[in-house]
């Protein structure tokens, strides 16, 4: 079936504005992570939900980063008021719950704020 | 808590010579390991995993990994470098405690190969 998918693929916003982020994961996953990539550097983990349940939302660096997946699918990541510092790739994963399940990743929003 | 400790931010090697690409973990429960690759502009795409069944694992385009757990070490290697293998590498460590992941990355390693 289809992998997982993310939109937008590019996005360019000015700063202090919201952005909203889509993750569509591989259907029947039940686990879904964000990550966010500076770049040059690996993927830094921000959120995880098992169904709709946010597991872990340890990595959020502030509180203008939100995520959530109301019925446990689709998933939103929300950044509000936008700073140049947030500028990077966003990356959606998802697996199935058990003992080291892969991770799919889909293939990313690049965030620009200017 | 868990860390990933990859030793070498850059690898240059010969098309055709061997490839070694380190990575430590520590974790405090028994972890799976995975390597992703990324090319440039392109998405994360899983090499290989090991999940606490053969410590020898086999992935894709030849590449392999041995987990160590006496030397908590998960290095990749290939036996001859191919040009497409240029890209970025990344280890990842992978707690499950009660359903709970955690997931943890490394900071990769470039992998140059040069003609």
Request: with cysteine.
């Amino acid at each position: 079936g289809a992998g997982v998918s993310q939109s937008p693929r590019y996005k360019v916003t000015k700063r202090g504005q919201d952005v909203a982020l889509r993750c569509d994961p591989i259907s029947g996953h039940v686990s879904l992570y964000w990550y966010r990539q500076a770049l040059g550097q690996g993927p830094e983990f921000l959120t995880y939900f098992n169904y709709e349940a946010q597991q872990d939302k340890s990595g959020l660096p502030n509180d203008r980063f939100s995520a959530e997946r109301p019925e446990g699918s689709i998933s939103t990541l929300t950044i509000q008021r936008t700073e140049q510092r947030d500028s990077a790739m966003y990356r959606c994963a998802s697996s199935g719950r058990g003992h080291g399940e892969t991770q799919y990743f889909g293939p990313g929003t690049r965030l620009l704020v200017l | 808590a868990q860390s990933v400790t990859q030793l070498d931010s850059h690898v240059s090697v010969s098309e055709g010579t061997p490839v070694l690409l380190r990575c430590n973990y520590s974790s405090s429960y028994s972890p799976s390991l995975f390597w992703y690759v990324q090319h440039p502009n392109k998405g994360l795409q899983l090499l290989l995993k090991y999940t606490s069944a053969a410590t020898l694992v086999k992935g894709i385009n030849g590449f392999e990994a041995e987990f160590k757990k006496s030397e908590t070490s998960f290095h990749l290697t290939k036996p001859s470098a191919h040009m497409s293998d240029a890209a970025e590498y990344f280890c990842v460590v992978s707690v499950n405690s009660g359903g709970y992941q955690k997931v943890t990355f490394g900071i990769g390693t470039k992998l140059q190969v040069i003609p």
